[in-house]
T-cell receptor
Framework: GAVVSQHPSRVICKSGTSVKIECRSL??????MFWYRQFPKQSLMLMATSNEGSKATYEQGVEKDKFLINHASLTLSTLTVTSAHPEDSSFYIC???????????FGPGTRLTVL | GDSVTQMEGPVTLSEEAFLTINCTYTATGYPSLFWYVQYPGEGLQLLLK?????DKGSNKGFEATYRKETTSFHLEKGSVQVSDSAVYFC?????????????FGKGTKLTVNP
């Protein structure tokens, strides 16, 4: 089946630093990737949608200058949290579609903790 | 905007018990409806889906029927197993769920004891 990986699985950083999270489709070409954020006991909330080679489309209320998304190839998308603050601490999940157009395949998530 | 409400967990059952996890939605038009499952340490996996009213999605003994009149998509299984222990998410999409955004419920944690 289609596999999506994320790296790192867990990261702790100091306030003010930037953190990059990678999302890779391992066995298929992902034309579209999605980035979600999940707070404890809350729903997954879509942050942005990215298509390979295009600028990401951000959901209302998501700061595009703070959450930089790059989808440079058909197998890799990155999310960079710039100048991270404690309120950015969360669980970030990516998904990808492309193999079967009507299905999203999810990564295992990245736990970000900002001290 | 569109939203999904699912029953609060956690849910704890004994093996072979009947499972129901309620899910209702608010949406414009005719969304597609999904159940995703997340096993410990893994990413969300599509469990089943339905794309139009009265459709029944089924997989691995789980079933859910798209009820437009009650805006519901309740998940059921007749006899749960320990291996069904996971977090279950109900979701909707205005598309087929591939290239369109998914709107999720908060998730329901299921624990099945032997």
């Amino acid at each position: 089946g289609a596999v999506v990986s994320q790296h790192p699985s867990r990261v702790i950083c100091k306030s003010g630093t930037s953190v990059k999270i990678e999302c890779r489709s391992l066995d298929f070409q992902a034309t579209t990737m999605f980035w979600y954020r999940q707070f404890p006991k809350q729903s997954l909330m879509l942050m942005a949608t990215s298509n390979e080679g295009s600028k990401a489309t951000y959901e209302q209320g998501v700061e595009k200058d703070k959450f930089l998304i790059n989808h440079a190839s058909l197998t890799l998308s990155t999310l960079t949290v710039t100048s991270a603050h404690p309120e950015d601490s969360s669980f970030y999940i990516c998904s990808a579609t492309g193999l079967v157009p009507d299905t999203q395949y999810f990564g295992p998530g990245t736990r970000l903790t900002v001290l | 905007g569109d939203s999904v409400t699912q029953m609060e967990g956690p849910v704890t059952l004994s093996e072979e018990a009947f499972l129901t996890i309620n899910c209702t939605y608010t949406a414009t038009g005719y969304p597609s409806l999904f159940w995703y499952v997340q096993y410990p340490g893994e990413g969300l996996q599509l469990l089943l889906k339905a794309t139009k009213a009265d459709d029944k999605g089924s997989n691995k003994g789980f079933e859910a029927t798209y009820r437009k009149e009650t805006t519901s998509f309740h998940l059921e299984k007749g006899s749960v197993q320990v291996s069904d222990s996971a977090v279950y998410f109900c979701a909707l999409s205005q598309g087929q769920g591939g290239s369109e955004k998914l709107v999720f419920g908060k998730g329901t944690k299921l624990t099945v004891n032997p």
